[in-house]
């Protein structure tokens, strides 16, 4: 289970990097690839919203129950869950007003956007530093055969490559992990 969190987590950190190569672009006055904010928008509603935070839930709410100190200073999971999708609701009407030609200030895009960047980020290191460890410590095996039970097994639409809504936010993925990887070879030879 925890190994499944943690490649969500890594997969969550590829759309963060895209979306900041996004919100470079439109920090130096060029036009963002607006299909590909929507879709990681569309993205974030989906999986993350829909099945990845109630899994982490799930461990959190069993974790509070084994031990609640240990629950205590990690803080509550699930009102954060609850402020990530305030971000990502404030993300996604700062893309609509721009593309609906409402007045928008840059300024503000890129706060909202960089906000939505590194609060995805110190949650995700907060959970893999504090709750993950946690939960593999305490949790007894019948807690994780319970937690099992419990959830969800849908596959990530994006990273499975089954969703063709998400084809050209896939595409710009791999054409990023191609570029560090020539990146990184050149960078050696």
């Known amino acids: 289970m925890i190994e499944v969190l943690l490649e969500e987590h890594r997969n969550i950190e ?11 672009a439109f920090d130096h006055s060029e036009s963002p690839d607006y ?12 999986y993350p919203e ?9 461990l959190f709410e069993k974790l509070k129950l084994r031990d609640p100190g240990a629950a205590q200073r990690i803080g509550d999971v699930e009102d954060e869950h609850e402020m990530e ?15 609906a030609g409402r007045e928008y200030l840059r300024q503000n895009f890129h706060d909202v956007v960089r906000d939505f960047i590194e609060y995805q980020r110190r949650h995700m290191s907060k959970e893999e530093l504090l709750l993950f460890p946690a939960a593999a410590k305490t ?21 499975d490559g089954t969703d063709q809504k998400f084809h050209a936010l896939r595409q710009t993925i791999l054409r990023w992990e191609q570029e560090i990887g020539e990146t990184r070879v050149r960078a050696r030879a």
């Open 14 to 24: 590829k759309l963060l990097v895209v979306l900041e190569q996004e919100l470079d």
């Open 35 to 46: 299909e590909i904010l929507h879709a990681i928008i569309d993205y974030f509603q989906d």
């Open 50 to 58: 829909g099945y990845h935070h109630p899994k982490e839930d799930i």
């Open 85 to 99: 999708s305030m971000r990502l609701q404030r993300l996604s009407e700062a893309v609509s007003d721009i593309l």
């Open 139 to 159: 949790l007894k095996p019948e807690d994780w055969v319970e937690i099992d039970a419990r959830m969800d097994d849908r596959k990530d639409p994006l990273f």
